[in-house]
C-alpha cells in the first residue's frame, strides 16, 4: 500500500519513502502496533493507514509553514534545509507510534529504542555523519514530543505533534475510547466527518474541521487544542470548526445509566 506521500523535487525523501515501502519489519513493526492498539487495547487505528495519514499531515504542515515564511529549526540551528525538514516529519510520522508494538501506555518512549536503530538505517547513505545524526536526533525528538503533555522544542516536532491530532475523521479519533459504549469519546469522535489542511487566510497554516454534531468540538478541544498548546506552532495554525447544514445528525438513539 505505501505512506504515498508528494514528493515534489526532493530526492532525499523520495529515495527515503521507497526504502520505508520496502522495509518489510517496519511493516510487521505497524502491524504489531495495530494488534495491540485495536485487538487488545480496544482503541482505534493505529497502524499504517494512521501512519499514511500523519504523514501526508505532517509534509503538508511544514509545507504550509515554510511557504508562510517560518523557518524549519535544522535550518535555524543545523544549517540544513527545508528539504531536510521534510525528511524529518515524514520519518518521525513513520515511526512515532512503533513503541505501540510494546506497550501502548508510554509509547512514545518506546518509539524512541525502536527509532533509533531504524531511523540510522533508512537514512544511512542519503545523509553522512554528522548530517545523519543530526538527522537522526531531530526524528527522535519529534517522536517523543509527540505525546500531548510533552513540549516540543522544534518546528518539526510541532508539525508532526499537531498532524497526530489531525486523523480524528469519521471515528479515527486519537483518543482512546471503549469500543461500543456511548460516551463523550464514542460520540464526539463520531461527529467528525472531515479534517482539512489549508494555506491560512491569517496564518500560515488553516485547520478546517466539518461536524456533523457539536459534540465533535469535543474532539477539537479535548485533543487538538492541547496539541497545539504544547507545541511552537499556536502562532502560526488557525482551527475553524463548523458544522454545515441546518440540523444536526443524531449519533445515537438513547444513553441509559
Known amino acids: 500500500m505505501g505512506i504515498k506521500v508528494p514528493i515534489r523535487n526532493n530526492k532525499e525523501l523520495k529515495e527515503l519513502v521507497k526504502r ?8 510487521q513493526i505497524w502491524k504489531c502496533a495495530n494488534v495491540n492498539a485495536v485487538d487488545r487495547s480496544g482503541i482505534s487505528d493505529h497502524g499504517q493507514v494512521h501512519i499514511r495519514i500523519v504523514a501526508n499531515a505532517a509534509l503538508r504542515i511544514i509545507r504550509l509553514l515554510i511557504k508562510g515564511g517560518i523557518e524549519p529549526s535544522v535550518v535555524t540551528h543545523h ?20 513503541g505501540i508494538s510494546v506497550h ?18 533508512l537514512l544511512e547513505g542519503i545523509y553522512e555523519d554528522p548530517a545523519l545524526t543530526t538527522m537522526v536526533s531531530e526524528t ?4 517523543v514530543a ?5 513540549k516540543c522544542l522544534t518546528i518539526e516536532a510541532g508539525a508532526l ?17 471503549e469500543a461500543g459504549q456511548v460516551n463523550i469519546h464514542s460520540v464526539s469522535a463520531r461527529a467528525v466527518e472531515s479534517v482539512n489542511i489549508v494555506k491560512g487566510e491569517k496564518k500560515p497554516v488553516r485547520i478546517e474541521i466539518k461536524l456533523a454534531n457539536s459534540a465533535g468540538i469535543f474532539q477539537v478541544d479535548e485533543l487538538l487544542k492541547n496539541k497545539l498548546k504544547f507545541s511552537p506552532l499556536t502562532p502560526f495554525v488557525e482551527v475553524v470548526a463548523r ?8 449519533m445515537f438513539n438513547s444513553y441509559t445509566i
Not at 81 to 97: G, I, N, R, S
Not at 140 to 143: K, N, P, S, W, Y
Not at 243 to 250: D, F, L
Request: glycine content about 4%.
Open 20 to 27: 520505508i515501502d520496502g522495509d518489510v519489519e517496519l511493516l
Open 79 to 98: 544549517g540544513l534545509t527545508a528539504a531536510d525538514a521534510e525528511v524529518v516529519v515524514v520519518l518521525a510520522a513513520c515511526l512515532h507510534d512503533t
Open 104 to 121: 501502548r501506555d508510554n509509547h512514545e518512549r518506546y518509539s524512541l529504542f525502536i527509532a533509533f536503530r531504524k531511523a540510522r538505517e
Open 140 to 143: 527522535l525528538h519529534a517522536i
Open 146 to 150: 509527540h505525546a500531548a503533555d510533552e
Open 161 to 177: 505533534k499537531v498532524a497526530d491530532a489531525t486523523d480524528m475523521s469519521a471515528g479515527r479519533s486519537r483518543i482512546p475510547f
Open 243 to 250: 458544522i454545515e447544514g441546518e440540523t444536526e445528525r443524531s
